[in-house]
């Protein structure tokens, strides 16, 4: 051990100014540490909505991707500068410290890696129009974020991990921490302490910028209540909202919460990278919820639509937007249950009861993929897409389809319909007590995989 010290002493003997570096580095690497562990903390433990609510601290000032990449490009650069002014190849570093050069040589060849997947991660974000999802090339294998599931936030979490702890092992190691402390210069130390004061500064900044919470008590609150700028709305047992809520802005999430009365229950009008969670909404006249050229994800929620002309989700007119995505609710009644009109959706783990023209509708020239729902009792159709839609109807199980009462053909109790020019991509579907399985009506079309 004395040997390996003295060794390590003597190669870094002129190299005092590279030791000051190294600590300075480890400092932004500490930081951009402190940003996977604040989204971490932001899933797991806080359970907050992903992607509005995990960005760790400086993603709520910048955008995500660009606090991330900048990072990982800086950090690397770093690492290789350091690694040619030492002259790290050398066999004098490998003789000195074994296992504190192969740590760093690891962290170097990890960090490599790990910024090739931040170089796809942006890459996707600026072909997607600024827009999520950028899963990298890894990421593609794991799924989205929800509750304490292993997903994307967790595998960067675990590569800038490995190789912080491949660094932090090579700098004591290498016994970089005493040449540094042997180099107390104060225009170094002046160097040393601005760079931290920065990303102390940077990092207060980022958490000064994340969206409010608001909290509603239990009890009736009167409505309309309008989000109009970045927030989180968020309920507890027994929250009633009676009038209806209405997002005129990006960035919100609504959570927790019920809403009674007005023409819609929740309005999102115009708004990207809004979020509804865990809301049950009923006595809605029109729409229970009602999305107009925005992105959306509703996840676990609850409507009750009692209206002649009700609509329980209606997701319309959201072309180049961010796909929404529809899961884990439960719609009863109205006229459609889930409807996605000239845009792009995900729909699935739904259930849909009671509808009285169909269960969930894809029209005019929308793309959805419907997967895993569960449409039961239901007039008309259980499936439709229509009017020039591409569709894609996977392992839903559909019983007990009757006719509408106004009596078309397209309502005549079928559990899949293909209506106007649109095409159904038909994967493996369970029908059971519909008077016909499969349809197609005016250039419609049914494709078996």
């Known amino acids: ?10 190669v870094l003997r002129s190299h005092g100014g590279a030791a000051v570096a190294f600590t300075v580095l480890l400092a932004i ?7 996977h562990v604040a989204q971490v903390d932001q899933k797991d433990v806080a359970l907050a909505s992903c992607p509005n609510e995990c960005r760790g601290l400086l993603g709520h000032y910048f955008d995500v991707e660009w606090v991330h990449f900048a990072y990982n490009a800086s950090i690397l650069v770093a690492l290789l500068a350091l690694a040619a002014a030492l002259r790290l190849w050398q066999p004098q570093w490998k003789r000195a410290a074994p296992l504190g050069w192969a740590a760093l ?3 170097i060849v990890i960090q490599t890696y790990h910024f090739v997947e931040h170089t796809e991660k942006l890459d996707q974000w600026l072909h997607n129009g600024h827009m999520s999802p950028t899963p990298g090339f890894a990421g593609q294998l794991v799924p989205p974020p929800d509750g304490r599931n292993f997903s994307l936030i967790e595998l960067h979490f675990a590569l800038n991990t490995a190789v912080l702890v491949a660094v932090v092992a090579g700098y004591f190691g290498l016994g970089f921490h005493r ?17 931290s004061l920065a990303a102390l500064i940077a990092t207060g900044v980022g958490w000064s910028a994340a969206p409010p919470t608001i909290r509603l008590s239990p009890g009736v609150h009167a409505g309309p209540i309008v989000l109009d700028y970045p927030q989180r709305l968020a309920g507890s047992p027994g929250t009633v909202v009676r009038g209806g809520i209405v997002i005129t802005s990006d960035d919100v999430v609504v959570r927790d919460l019920t809403v009674v009365g007005a023409e819609v229950g929740i309005d999102v009008r115009a708004a990207d990278d809004i979020v509804l969670e865990r809301v049950r909404v009923r006595g809605a006249h029109l729409d229970g919820i009602s999305v107009r050229s925005g992105s959306v994800v509703i996840r676990d929620c609850r409507v009750e639509s009692s209206g002649t002309y009700a609509q329980g989700i209606d997701v319309s007119f959201t072309h180049g937007r961010r796909p929404s995505l529809v899961e884990r609710c439960s719609v009863h009644g109205g006229q459609e249950g889930i409807l996605i009109d000239g845009g792009d959706a995900d729909v699935r783990h739904n259930r849909v009861t009671g509808t009285a023209l169909r269960g969930v509708s894809v029209n005019e020239m929308a793309m ?5 729902n569960a449409i039961h009792d239901v007039r008309g159709s259980g499936l439709y897409c229509g009017d020039y839609s591409v569709c894609e109807f996977d392992d839903n199980t559909i019983a007990g389809v009757r006719p509408a009462p106004t009596g078309t053909a397209v309502q005549r109790g079928v559990a899949i319909v293909s209506e106007y020019h649109a ?11 519909a008077r016909r399985a499969l349809a197609t009506f005016s250039g419609g079309t049914i494709e078996r995989r």
């Open 1 to 10: 051990m004395e040997a390996s010290r003295r060794g390590t002493d003597g």
């Open 105 to 107: 040589t690891s962290g």
């Open 368 to 372: 959805a993929h419907v997967a895993k």
């Open 179 to 195: 040449r540094a402390w042997a180099e107390r210069t104060p225009p170094r130390l002046a160097v040393a302490a601005t760079v």
């Open 29 to 35: 690497m500490l930081a951009h540490e402190t940003e």
């Open 423 to 433: 095409a159904i991509e038909l994967g493996r579907n369970s029908i059971a007590g």
